[in-house]
């Protein structure tokens, strides 16, 4: 596909879905700015592998809940490439506990990364991507699915997909899309950790298709919200889960 080196800015991009997205849109022809938040060694192995495949990077390391962090993120995108013309806002967490057991550290945490860190990044954007870019935010399927234990972690995700449909219409007129895609069950450290063998088994099969997602699954799916054929979406968010919902 040629892109003619448009560039993405892919944030939390040191590994899982991130790294995924940032590698499949290196291969579409994007240079690629790889945001880490504190893990340099594998955000770095990305850079080179991106590079041996013929394809560019660099890495930005930033802390996405730190304004100044961000803007400092653009502009070496801006200095390395001379624009970005993609956001993927990949990076948040994600610690479960039902409401009751959930502390404010928890609460807090959740908030400064998956909420004011979307919210930091969509404004730097806003004011700095090229015409006819394209952003993609990241929910989850549990804003549907709604699971005890997700209280925290699935309000912060709901209020992303306000924020991308009132900023796809904030941004008429610059043919800039916003989307969000909202992945189900994803075979990835942030999903694994933790949880029980029986349990991983057990959402393993909640789907039609009878499989966790993997990284790449949901990498495609942003190729296609990013490239031509995703251009007349807007607005919206794609529920990439395999049918669990």
């Known amino acids: 596909m040629n892109t003619q080196q448009k560039v993405a800015l892919v944030t939390g991009a040191s590994g899982g879905i991130g790294a995924a997205v940032a590698e499949r849109l290196a291969r579409d022809g994007f240079a690629v700015v790889i945001n880490y938040a504190g893990n340099f060694a594998p955000a770095e192995a990305l850079a080179q ?4 495949q013929g394809g560019k990077a660099i890495i930005a390391q930033a802390d ?3 304004p100044q962090a961000v803007r400092a993120m653009f ?3 801006e200095t390395a490439f001379g624009g970005v013309d993609v956001l993927i806002n990949n990076a948040g967490i994600m610690n479960l506990a039902t409401v009751a057991e959930s502390d404010d550290a928890l609460f807090e945490k959740h908030i400064d990364v998956n909420l004011k860190g979307t919210f930091n990044t969509l404004r730097e954007a806003a004011k700095r991507l090229r015409e006819g870019g394209r952003i993609v935010n990241f929910s989850s399927s549990v804003t549907t699915l709604l699971q005890p234990t997700y209280g925290v972690y699935a309000a912060t995700k709901a209020a992303v ?18 989307n969000a895609i909202a992945p189900g069950p ?9 949880k029980p063998q029986e349990v991983i088994d057990r959402l393993s099969k909640m789907a039609p298709l009878e499989r966790l997602g993997q990284p790449d699954d949901i990498a495609a799916a942003v190729a296609f919200l990013v490239g031509p054929d995703g251009a007349w979406i807007n607005g919206q968010t794609l529920r990439a889960n395999g049918g669990i919902i």
């Open 161 to 178: 997909e306000a924020m991308t449909s009132i900023l796809a219409k904030e941004l008429r007129g610059r043919n800039i899309t916003v």
């Open 186 to 194: 994803t075979a990835t450290k942030l999903f694994l950790n933790g």
């Open 64 to 66: 996405i809940g730190n």
């Open 75 to 77: 502009d070496s995108a």
């Open 49 to 52: 592998k991106i590079h041996a």
